[in-house]
């Protein structure tokens, strides 16, 4: 072999791709040179630095953001009565560390895995997943308020400290955002105002936890009903004051919620910000006002929701009122 | 639930694919909501977990040329940063760190194809065969870029060799990195692809 051995050749001899001829020499080689044998050794050391190499843990938020992300996937397209059906493909016991029983060879066309193509959905394991969770909302969750109520009974998110008021529903607030100005993110009046703000649309916007389990088909009108709520026991004692925090565990959902807000709402002032659940996931639930005389709209957005990133799961329209 | 139990390991390819957090969590949602739409097409004739991967895999190329083609785009390396300088500079963790930025720096100037395979094979420890599985080509094809990619990545390693190896560094120099605050130097100069191998490579 004349001269030393570049970097490809001797990676390229370290997996054993040269000829045996060729590697022959190279081998030959190394034992006679330091240098070359140095700059192999460089070469193992290229794959230590890069098994060493940490990268940041899953945030926590994100595994709620696409399980919700998949719950209205499933939602757009599985009927909410779908029976459960047996799960389909067996689990492969190799999931700890890549899979070592996949060396069977399966070479799919260079496409598969990349379009999604929307085929049927019977053998899906996820539609099982969800879809069972669908069923099982669908149940408990008639899209009116008093059954939703049913769920904040046993909610773990929502613990007693505003059930002082007997049959009132257990609407936590949290108050005005931090730093949010008192006038709302738009200094101006609201547009397209409606009896419904009455009260919640007086001061800067309340973040409440009405522990409502939104739905798709009736996310407009569970909305509407929160937002019903608000304002009629907005009459009567002083409206819920910014004493009760909300769980931590949903609050921490959001950790840049003003921001999130700001994002969203494009300099309307949100009528509700309801930290709630949306077919079953955490989720924040946002009714902005309708412009130009239209109705107001509800907004459902995932956890990591941000100043960049708005997370917008599903929209609805409030229905019309009176 | 499939996503659940699998979520750290795939998430672990993602974030190191891309070297961004917020581009491998919009990776693996994009990827789950796919691997949901295309359910029906999966038979059982490949490990679960190879599928999985493979679409992870896949959503995250499809990034990464997206990215190429739109080369302005930068603060990939500051986000980066925040999520990954957890420690107090100064500290082992923060030495480590700082030198997994380096890597990822140098990983993101190949080719993503040889990224690919490095990822799974270096990064994470995969076996040739199971790369291949993952990544739809031959074991032959996985070494050979993996070879490529290395031979690629020497020189521009070459800094850090004998640095942030916890066991061979002993007393290594702390001055490295300022000891004054919790904020991990963002303008640390060796966190730069030297200039002489910068030329023509795509910012990150």
């Known amino acids: 072999m004349r001269g030393h051995a570049d970097a490809a050749t001797l990676a390229a001899f370290r997996e054993e791709l040269l000829s045996a001829r060729k590697a022959a020499q190279v081998s030959a080689h190394l034992a006679a040179c330091p240098r070359c044998a140095a700059l192999e050794a460089q070469l193992a050391e290229v794959t230590a630095l890069l098994n060493r190499a940490t990268a940041p843990p899953m945030p926590d938020a994100l595994t709620a953001r696409i399980q919700a992300a998949l719950a209205a996937e499933a ?26 029983q996949s060396t069977n060879g399966h070479r799919p066309g260079k496409d ?22 669908t069923a099982a909302v669908a149940v408990i969750a008639g899209g009116g308020y008093g059954v939703a109520q049913l769920l904040t009974g046993s909610s773990p998110a929502v613990n007693g400290a505003a059930s002082g008021t007997g049959a009132a529903p257990n609407i936590k607030v949290k108050g005005p955002i931090p730093g949010m100005p008192a006038g709302g993110i738009n200094a101006g009046p ?41 304002s009629g026991s907005g009459n009567s004692s002083a409206r819920p004051g910014p004493t009760v925090a909300p769980a931590a565990s949903q609050a921490s959902l959001f950790p840049h919620l003003q921001a999130c807000l ?31 005389g239209a109705q107001p709209k ?25 | 639930m499939l996503f659940t139990r699998h979520k750290d390991r795939l998430w672990a390819v993602a974030v190191r694919t891309l070297g961004d957090p917020e581009e491998a969590a919009d990776a693996l949602q994009d990827a789950m909501i796919s691997a949901f739409r295309q359910a029906s097409g999966f038979r059982g004739d490949s490990a679960v977990t190879t599928w999985l991967h493979r679409i992870v895999v896949n959503a995250c190329l499809d ?28 500290t082992d963790a923060a030495a480590s760190t700082e030198t997994s930025l380096d890597v990822m720096s140098a990983l993101r100037t190949l080719p993503p194809d040889q990224q690919a395979v490095l990822v799974l094979v270096d990064m994470l420890g995969y076996s040739v065969a199971d790369a291949a599985a993952v990544l739809g080509i031959s074991p032959g094809t996985v070494k050979s870029r993996c070879a490529r990619g290395r031979a690629r990545l020497l020189p521009r390693l070459a800094h850090l060799r004998g640095r942030g190896d916890p066991y061979a560094a002993g007393a290594a120099p702390a001055s490295a990195a300022p000891q004054d605050g919790t904020q991990l130097g963002n303008q640390s100069p060796s966190r730069r692809v030297s200039p002489a191998e910068g030329g023509g490579e795509p910012r990150l």
Do not use: F, K
Not at chain 1, 116 to 131: G, P, Q
Not at chain 2, 63 to 90: C, K
């Open chain 2, 63 to 90: 990034r990464m040329r997206r990215r190429a083609a739109r080369p302005a785009v930068s603060g990939l390396d500051e986000r980066a940063m925040d999520v990954l300088a957890p420690g107090p500079a100064g």
């Open chain 1, 190 to 230: 609201a547009s397209g105002s409606s009896s419904s703000q009455r009260s919640v649309g007086t001061t800067a916007p309340l973040v409440i936890i009405s522990g409502t389990n939104y739905q798709p088909t009736s996310l407009g009108a569970q909305a509407s009903a929160v937002l019903q709520h608000l």
């Open chain 1, 75 to 100: 939602a757009a397209r599985t009927p909410a009565t779908a029976p459960a059906r047996e799960p389909v493909p067996a689990m492969s016991g190799a999931a700890g560390h890549g899979g070592t």
């Open chain 1, 112 to 133: 598969t895995g990349r379009r999604a193509r929307w085929r049927d959905h019977d053998r899906s394991w996820l539609a099982l997943r969800v879809a069972a969770v």
């Open chain 1, 298 to 322: 509800a907004l459902v957005i995932a956890p990591g929701c941000d100043a960049t990133t708005a997370n917008v799961l599903a929209t609805a329209p409030l229905p019309r009122t009176g």
């Open chain 1, 262 to 292: 700001i994002r969203i709402s494009n300099g309307q002032r949100p009528q509700l910000v309801d930290l709630a659940h949306y077919l079953g996931h955490p989720a924040l639930i946002v009714v902005l006002p309708g412009t130009n």
